[in-house]
């Protein structure tokens, strides 16, 4: 692995904050959708416009590996990041330090980042095989140093760590990473010694410790064989023991794309248990719209649960441009217009939160009006299905609405 860099973040923040993590996104371009991905930020576009309506508001969006699908790809694609930067700010950055990215204009949310595998690859072929880098030269262009880095508030500390690279891609069996070298262990000690009165999490992309979990839609994710599984091979123990002697609250990683808290063990617990010592959080894939808050006080950091933001997306491709549609207004008291910008014979389905399906219509006039008032407020989703041609050509189209009465 690449020389550490220690680099400190200094976030302000008044007590209690809360913030998001997603991981597993999977941002890719036309020149692969192998493995499931989010071709072009159709997805990115969805939770990242959630995220900033959220409220509280998140003090910062914190995104725990599997950046892109093919994070090495080539220097030309830009690894693929492309797709998800440009709904960044500031645009066009290249080398941006820690925390130097924001999900909003104004630059008041920041997006921390932790790499994980599919970010080292430079190929990833069906039924298995792979090249890969053991450096990120992609991922430190355009979306955060290649180092291992802590964000601190007066209150808490967060550790964003580096799990590595596939030391074997036996997917279907158990894909584990590289691990941590022993210089990493000793920063980890270090830091959390440095910060022993304040809430402690260290976020990673592979867990340390697993178990079957469910999948974003609350149903039941595929087994996991031991709390080993998809973890790391390199000082795992040695980690897990860390976490024990410094109290460390909680560890937030992906990787199997579920969700699920266990302990050391892998015993799933309680999200929020007391007397379980250092809980290890799982996310469900941001492609597929999931992602879970997390508030932290002096006191505690409460693990919320996940929560899908969009209906899954996974290699959909957005066709804003390429229809001219809009939606007005939005912010809207549930009435919205929505102008297609040409005759399409469509059909429309509205999603909640949850992923249910709340409304349907069809018609094929370019513009058309819905109804959402008898509906809550909150976050919802328009999926559009058109046809056009004589030669049929489903397009799919995901766009969020916010009702606010």
């Not at 093919?70 to 950055?93: C, D, E, H, R, W």
């Not at 298995?128 to 990120?136: R, Y």
């Amino acid at each position: 692995m690449v020389a550490m860099l220690v680099t400190y973040s200094l976030v302000a923040q008044q007590a209690p904050f809360t913030f998001v993590h997603i991981t597993d996104l999977h941002v890719s371009t036309a020149l692969s959708t192998v493995n499931a991905c989010d071709l072009n930020g159709a997805a990115a576009k969805c939770y990242l416009h959630t995220f900033n309506n959220l409220s509280p508001k998140p003090a910062f969006i914190l995104a725990t590996g599997d950046i892109s699908n093919i994070g090495n790809s080539s220097s030309v694609s830009g690894g693929m990041y492309s797709a998800l930067t440009q709904y960044l700010f500031p645009k066009s950055l290249i080398n941006p330090g820690i925390g130097a990215l924001f999900i909003d204009s104004a630059q008041t949310i920041p997006f921390y980042c932790a790499p994980g595998n599919h970010d080292y690859y430079t190929t990833l072929l069906p039924p298995g095989t792979l090249t890969q880098l053991n450096t990120l030269p992609n991922y430190a262009k355009y979306i955060a140093p290649d180092s291992d880095y802590a964000v601190t508030t007066d209150i808490s500390v967060i550790l964003f760590v580096r799990s590595g690279w596939d030391i074997s891609y036996l997917i279907s069996i158990d894909p584990k990473a590289s691990g941590l070298t022993d210089a990493q262990c000793n920063w980890i000690r270090s830091e959390l010694s440095l910060n022993s009165n304040k809430r402690k999490m260290i976020v990673m992309h592979h867990p340390a410790s697993n178990f079957t979990g469910t999948n974003c839609d609350s149903t039941t994710h595929s087994a996991i064989a031991d709390s080993a599984t998809a973890t790391m091979y390199v000082n795992r123990t040695t980690f897990l023991n860390i976490c024990d002697s410094n109290h460390v609250d909680v560890v937030l990683a992906g990787h199997s794309h579920q969700n699920v808290v266990v302990d050391r063990q892998g015993n799933q617990i309680d999200d929020n248990c007391t007397t379980c010592g250092t809980r290890y959080v799982q996310t469900g894939p941001a492609f597929a719209g999931c992602y879970r808050t997390i508030t932290v006080d002096s006191s505690f950091v409460t693990v919320n649960p996940a929560g899908q933001s969009c209906p899954a997306v996974t290699n959909v491709q957005d066709i804003d441009n390429e229809l001219n549609m809009s939606v007005y207004p939005d912010p809207s008291n549930g009435v919205f217009t929505l102008n297609i910008g040409q005759p399409l014979q469509a059909e429309l389905k509205i999603y909640n939160v949850l992923g249910q399906c709340i409304h349907t219509q069809s018609g094929s006039s370019p513009i058309l009006q819905i109804d959402l008032r008898s509906h809550p407020n909150g976050i919802y989703f328009l999926q559009l299905i058109a046809e056009q041609g004589s030669t049929p050509i489903t397009y799919n189209f995901k766009y969020p609405l916010v009702i606010s009465k």
